[in-house]
């Protein structure tokens, strides 16, 4: 597509209820990323992806966290017995190459997935 | 971890160039200089990028110091639609972002 798509805009949820966010990237671009981003609060790093697999996933904050992206395009974000602290928006980007060796590394952000835990 | 330091907020004229520091003393050798800006309730908006040169384009210019240690971010006319975040990122692989500068546009 032109940009980069994610699903749903807004989600409420109660906690303890599992959740899955999704991100469909720029086509044919070979990476892309999770962030949070939280009231007044820059966006945080979650995990990127390199084509399928999770090139560094050190941002996700505890093990309820998981992301997949079976065939190196869409991915999904899963959040598992949710909290009232996983209440942010969830912000997903894509690049071409996803590495800054061979050039700039430019990210394209979708508008983001708003989640409220209750 | 954001590896860039910029002050919390900054007022600007409408009209007047907006011109936003940014310090980066611990870059490495490989890694560029992002700016992204954020208006509110939407994703971040690539803006520019520079790896050693000054850099311009129609948003905006770049202008970074020869050690590499700090860039100003320079909106030449500002406009009421420019005020927002600005994140000044630098990173090779990975972006991390810091808390940026809100930049206000004062009719």
């Known amino acids: 597509g032109a940009g980069v798509s994610q699903t749903p805009s807004n989600k409420v949820t109660e906690k303890g209820k599992y959740v899955e966010l999704r991100c469909d990237p720029i086509s044919g671009h070979t990476a892309l990323y999770w962030y949070r981003q939280s009231l007044g609060q820059g966006p945080e790093f979650l995990i990127y992806f390199q084509g399928t697999g999770a090139a560094d996933d050190s941002g996700l904050p505890n093990d309820r966290f998981f992301a997949v992206r079976p065939e190196g395009s869409v991915s999904t974000l899963k959040i598992q017995r949710t909290e009232r602290g996983d209440s942010a928006v969830y912000l997903c980007?894509?690049?071409?190459?996803?590495?800054?060796?061979?050039?700039?590394?430019?990210?394209?952000f979708g508008a983001g997935s708003r989640l409220t835990v209750l | 971890d954001a590896k860039t330091t910029q002050p919390p907020s900054m007022d600007c004229a409408e009209g007047r160039a907006a011109n936003l520091p940014c310090n980066h003393s611990?870059?490495?050798?490989?890694?560029?200089v992002y700016w992204y800006r954020q208006i509110h309730s939407q994703g971040p908006q690539y803006i520019i990028h520079?790896?050693?040169n000054n850099e311009t384009n129609e948003m905006a210019s770049l202008i970074i110091t020869e050690d590499r240690k700090s860039s100003t971010l320079i909106l030449p006319h500002a406009t009421l639609r420019d005020t927002a975040v600005y994140y000044c990122?630098?990173?090779?692989?990975?972006?991390?972002f810091g808390t940026g500068t809100r930049l206000t546009v004062i009719p």
């Open positions: 990122i630098v990173g090779a692989n990975n972006l991390f």
């Open positions: 520079g790896l050693k």
């Open positions: 980007a894509s690049s071409l190459t996803g590495t800054g060796l061979a050039g700039a590394n430019v990210l394209t």
């Open positions: 611990t870059i490495s050798g490989n890694e560029y």
